[in-house]
């Protein structure tokens, strides 16, 4: 059984650091690319940022560059989402999502919830 | 990177059919068959319900499917059904930015 559990959410003040990790199971996680999609309470989904099955290719929503990064290591079946000078703008869930082979997504994580507030 | 245009809402009664649309630009939907949908009820996770344009992954109900025609895609939900009251988000793979966006969202409501 495919599934992705994220942590590391929680309550940080605006200019503050987290850090998400979304450990995988039921796959092959090396094999495939990682994806973070946020959804601020009550309105749509977004795209954050995505790494590829070897993490040597990275995508970053425009929103975000420059302050996020993500890094995978394919030996603990982790990935993570290193997240500096957070913003209210950034409260929202943040889900883990697996690569479907077609800019799809075939598995979500729950989500872990961020809240960037003073 | 605008976000795919959904009509916020649409509905329809039980066993009717609704088409939901999705549309973008020849540099995104029209021009990959790339597009995906997604359903989400309230509190819960996304599930992908059309991949590919048209792809229905295997579990998904047969009354779902997915259609292209130029810039738009379409969602269409036949023989309606209560549960499928639901918000659903169409999604496409976007040339000049190498990634995805997200439609804003449907939400569905069944009389």
């Known amino acids: 059984e495919v599934q992705l559990v994220e942590s590391g959410g929680g309550l940080v003040q605006p200019g503050g650091s987290l850090r998400l990790s979304c450990a995988a199971s039921?796959?092959?996680?090396?094999?495939?690319?990682i994806h973070w999609v946020r959804q601020a309470p009550g309105k749509g989904l977004q795209y954050v940022s995505a790494?590829?099955?070897?993490?040597?290719?990275?995508y970053y929503v425009d929103s975000v560059k420059g302050r996020f990064t993500i890094s995978r290591d394919n030996s603990k079946n982790t990935v993570f989402l290193q997240m500096g000078s957070l913003r209210p703008e950034d409260t929202a869930i943040y889900h883990c999502?697996?690569?479907?082979?077609?800019?799809?997504?075939?598995?979500w994580g729950l989500g872990t919830l961020v809240t960037v507030s003073s | 990177q605008s976000a795919l245009t959904q009509p916020a809402s649409v509905s329809g009664s039980p066993g009717q059919s609704i088409t939901i649309s999705c549309t973008g630009s020849?540099?995104?939907?029209?021009?990959?068959?790339?597009v995906s949908w997604y359903q989400q009820y309230p509190g819960k996770v996304p599930k992908l319900m059309i991949s590919?344009?048209?792809k229905r992954p295997s579990g998904v109900s047969y009354r779902f499917s997915g259609s292209k025609s130029g810039n738009t895609a379409s969602l269409t939900i036949s023989g309606l059904q209560a549960e499928d009251e639901a918000d659903y988000y169409c999604?496409?793979?976007?040339?000049?930015?190498?990634?995805?966006?997200f439609g804003g969202g449907t939400k569905l409501t069944v009389l």
């Open positions: 999502v697996k690569d479907g082979g077609s800019w799809d997504f075939d598995y």
């Open positions: 039921g796959f092959t996680f090396s094999s495939h690319a």
């Open positions: 790494i590829n099955d070897n993490g040597q290719s990275t």
């Open positions: 020849s540099s995104d939907v029209g021009g990959y068959n790339l």
């Open positions: 590919e344009d048209n």
């Open positions: 999604c496409s793979y976007v040339r000049s930015i190498k990634s995805v966006v």
